[in-house]
């Protein structure tokens, strides 16, 4: 019964998205393309290449269950654009927990995405070439767990970056489209980082964003040491969340809304 | 007010605007030096983001496909350039223009004393804020060249500036096309520009080679993404088998744009007997 109002706030989420967002097709054909595109360029960089620690199919697979994944492994939640549009203001007279409102109504957005484009996509992927199956029936498993630990990771990162907005009053928009170009790069996400220069990707494996998304997709593979990469997860579910609720404490008083 | 609108424009006034907008646009940052910078460096991160992983690909393997590393650095820096003369020409939402249709800000233009092509072509122009992808374009560029060993003549320099401005002009015609589907209907095509500038911004830094006939047919002319940076990259460095192709993306910026702008003006007489729904008593959100 307790779950039941966030269950709701879910559901309307999903069902309010086609009239919220009627161009949403077009954005999904954008992603569709994008992954087309760059299975091609894997298959044309990888093809010879015996340097690096992942096979062209495993690179091929990583590729496509990022996408599959997408909403997950780049988390993020409405704040900020209730920011903008006031309605927060809303969202915090409602007898519901503030966290808890924006992580049901970003359930509620991956329930319709999941329908519409992870499902489709992943259908399609005998037609793109990919097999999208894991490594084996533990590399599922032990994806499972990374991905909820990514999940959580990605949540606490946009609570803070979303705290931040607010304790420094900094521009949303600048922020919100450099945070989604940095975190699409640094986290692993759309290039795998064992393709990056060595040293590069291993320094970006110890940083927070590998955790939202290179971490699961690694394991989902079976090329990365699940101890180490589900360890370093929980490690920064450990750091980030006191720290976002600490944020939240001191930054709630000092709020502008720029709507309403 | 229609006297001015149908005199002549002169190119001492387009500069005369240009030279004005270019004042506002730095009185803008110093206003605010701290919100200014945040802007301007932002900017520049996002542009150098969305290059760095086909940068860090090409370090790590040398040669993608037929490019070498110099050459996919030229062609980033390309993609980059031509972006930064998109921002040049096309801030403040010219170059989003279903938001201002959308939004009914597209009457603001319409009541200026000039023709409309003028004020879109001067209103967005804002040079001191667009150096912040200018700048790290050029310096991709030069380094680019710097790793070929390639002959540099005052005629290629002309046609490498051509084929910028002929990207960037296929990018804002792309954008107007999508955009004047606002004309029609407001609220739902109100950032249709974004989608349309996404589709380029995010497939504009890969090389298409290993693309299949259809998928690469449809990516250089029912999306132009390969116009923006690929195809031009691959004349201009001489990869491509005929000198003719250099001149291809010219000639696809010239009927794109009459494409873009015949669509542009229906929709402006469509907008001429219908207004825009922002006035209206329910208001454009209602």
Redesign the interface.
């Known amino acids: 019964m307790a779950l039941h109002k966030y269950w709701k706030t879910m559901m309307m989420m999903a069902t309010s998205y086609i009239g919220d967002s009627p161009l949403f097709l077009l954005d999904y054909l954008l992603r569709f393309l994008r992954v087309v595109v760059l299975l091609a360029i894997w298959r044309l960089i990888l093809v010879h290449d015996a340097s690096i620690s992942m096979s062209l199919e495993e690179v091929l697979t990583y590729t496509l269950i990022a996408e599959v994944f997408s909403a997950q492994l780049a988390v993020r939640t409405r704040l900020d654009l209730m920011f903008w549009e006031g309605s927060i203001i809303g969202k915090m007279l409602q007898p519901l927990g503030l966290f808890r409102q924006f992580t049901a109504e970003m359930c509620g957005k991956w329930l319709f995405e999941g329908a519409l484009f992870s499902l489709p996509l992943l259908l399609c992927s005998p037609l793109l070439g990919v097999d999208p199956r894991p490594a084996n029936l533990a590399a599922f498993g032990l994806f499972v767990i990374s991905l909820l630990l990514a999940i959580s990771v990605g949540l606490a990162l946009d609570f803070i970056f979303n705290a931040l907005l607010v304790i420094y009053a900094l521009p949303l928009w600048a922020i919100s489209q450099i945070r989604s170009a940095v975190i699409t790069l640094l986290s692993g996400a759309m290039i795998p980082l064992a393709l990056l220069p060595e040293s590069v990707g291993n320094a970006l494996a110890w940083l927070p964003f590998a955790s939202m998304a290179s971490a699961p997709l690694q394991l989902y593979v079976g090329t990365g040491e699940p101890i180490s990469l589900i360890g370093l997860q929980i490690g920064w579910s450990i750091v980030l969340w006191p720290l976002a609720h600490w944020l939240w404490y001191i930054s709630r008083e000092r709020m502008l809304s720029y709507g309403g | 007010m229609e006297a001015n609108r149908t005199s002549k424009p002169t190119l001492r006034r387009v500069l005369q605007l240009w030279g004005l907008y270019a004042r506002m646009d730095f009185l803008m940052i110093i206003s605010d030096l701290r919100?200014g910078l945040?802007?301007y460096f932002?900017?520049a991160?996002?542009n150098i983001?969305?290059v760095?992983?086909m940068l860090?690909?090409a370090?790590?393997?040398v040669?993608?496909?037929m490019w070498s590393y110099g050459q996919i650095v030229f062609m980033m820096g390309y993609a980059t350039t031509a972006n930064g003369i998109v921002n040049l020409f096309g801030s403040y939402n010219v170059g989003f223009i279903s938001r201002r249709i959308g939004r009914g800000q597209f009457d603001h233009s319409l009541v200026q004393p000039l023709p409309i092509w003028l004020v879109l072509l001067s209103e967005g122009f804002m040079p001191f804020s667009s150096s912040a992808i200018f700048i790290p374009g050029i310096a991709l560029l030069i380094w680019g060249l710097s790793q070929m060993t390639m002959t540099i003549t005052f005629g290629w320099v002309v046609l490498l500036l051509v084929n910028l401005m002929a990207s960037a002009a296929i990018t804002l015609a792309f954008s107007f096309l999508w955009g004047s589907l606002a004309f029609w209907a407001p609220r739902?095509?109100e950032?249709?520009s974004t989608?349309a500038m996404?589709?380029l911004t995010?497939?504009k830094v890969?090389?298409?080679?290993?693309?299949?006939p259809i998928?690469l047919t449809s990516?250089m002319t029912v999306?132009p993404v390969g116009f923006v940076a690929w195809f031009p990259s691959r004349a201009l460095l001489g990869l491509e088998e005929s000198s003719l192709g250099l001149w291809v993306t010219p000639l696809v910026a010239i009927v794109l744009s009459a494409l873009a702008g015949f669509v542009f003006i229906k929709g402006m007489q469509h907008y001429g007997r219908t207004g825009s729904q922002h006035y209206r008593g329910f208001g454009h959100r209602g």
């Open positions: 919100l945040i802007f932002c900017d991160i996002l983001a969305l760095t992983g860090l690909l370090e790590r393997f040669n993608i496909g739902s095509a950032e249709v989608s996404n589709f995010q497939l890969f090389p298409l080679d290993g693309l299949g998928l990516l999306i």
